[in-house]
T-cell receptor
Framework: DAGVIQSPRHEVTEMGQEVTLRCKPISGHNSLFWYRQTMMRGLELLIYFNNNVPIDDSGMPEDRFSAKMPNASFSTLKIQPSEPRDSAVYFC?????????????FGPGTRLLVL | SQQGEEDPQALSIQEGENATMNCSYK?????LQWYRQNSGRGLVHLIL?????REKHSGRLRVTLDTSKKSSSLLITASRAADTASYFCAFYNQGGKLIFGQGTELSVKP
């Protein structure tokens, strides 16, 4: 199995630009999670989907952030416009199904730097 | 904060020594998980312990859970340089979100 795939692995952009991060979950997994990791705040859950439907987006910091999951094998996290404080590592994770027993499988992350 | 609290924040030991990391939480849990993160990589699940279990082993890993104290510990025995990584505990909160601790940064020197 290829595991969770994220692209790009690294992104450097200028303030004000649109940034799109992509994720392909493990085949057969029904839940997908987007996290942000920074030194100051640690690992934060931004949003998660069950069966392609957004369940909880309370962690999305601002309206500049949006996420979609058009089908079971693809999700995007978009930041528009980007700001320097958005610089972080963004992880996507998936599980077989939502539930409190599930372990999560993480992708390698996208390291975002906004200048 | 709903985050789990881990200590120590950083731990440096010699190869062959044991490493112990602790995690405390505040909510009721069904299970507690431990993850490892190598530098520049995503998190990798190590072990899950259910709330009705007190101890669990997996290879050189030993996890304990004390629900009365709302705490867990991860012990890595006979550590190796390759164990150098950050270790996170994680648990589901009442709202069903997986909450991660701040992590313990382990350095194993050869």
């Amino acid at each position: 199995d290829a595991g969770v795939i994220q692209s790009p692995r690294h992104e450097v952009t200028e303030m004000g630009q649109e940034v799109t991060l992509r994720c392909k979950p493990i085949s057969g997994h029904n839940s997908l999670f987007w996290y942000r990791q920074t030194m100051m705040r640690g690992l934060e859950l931004l949003i998660y989907f069950n069966n392609n439907v957004p369940i909880d987006d309370s962690g999305m910091p601002e309206d500049r952030f949006s996420a979609k999951m058009p089908n079971a094998s693809f999700s995007t996290l978009k930041i528009q416009p980007s700001e320097p404080r958005d610089s972080a590592v963004y992880f996507c994770a998936s599980t077989r199904q939502g539930g409190r027993i599930e372990t999560q499988y993480f992708g390698p992350g996208t390291r975002l730097l906004v200048l | 904060s709903q985050q789990g609290e881990e200590d120590p924040q950083a731990l440096s030991i010699q190869e062959g020594e044991n490493a112990t990391m602790n995690c405390s939480y505040k909510t009721s849990i069904n299970n507690l998980q431990w993850y490892r993160q190598n530098s520049g990589r995503g998190l990798v699940h190590l072990i899950l312990i259910r709330s009705n279990e007190r101890e669990k082993h997996s290879g050189r890993l030993r996890v304990t859970l004390d629900t009365s104290k709302k705490s867990s510990s991860l012990l890595i025995t006979a550590s190796r340089a390759a164990d150098t990584a950050s270790y996170f505990c994680a648990f589901y909160n009442q709202g069903g979100k997986l909450i991660f601790g701040q992590g313990t940064e382990l350095s194993v020197k050869p």
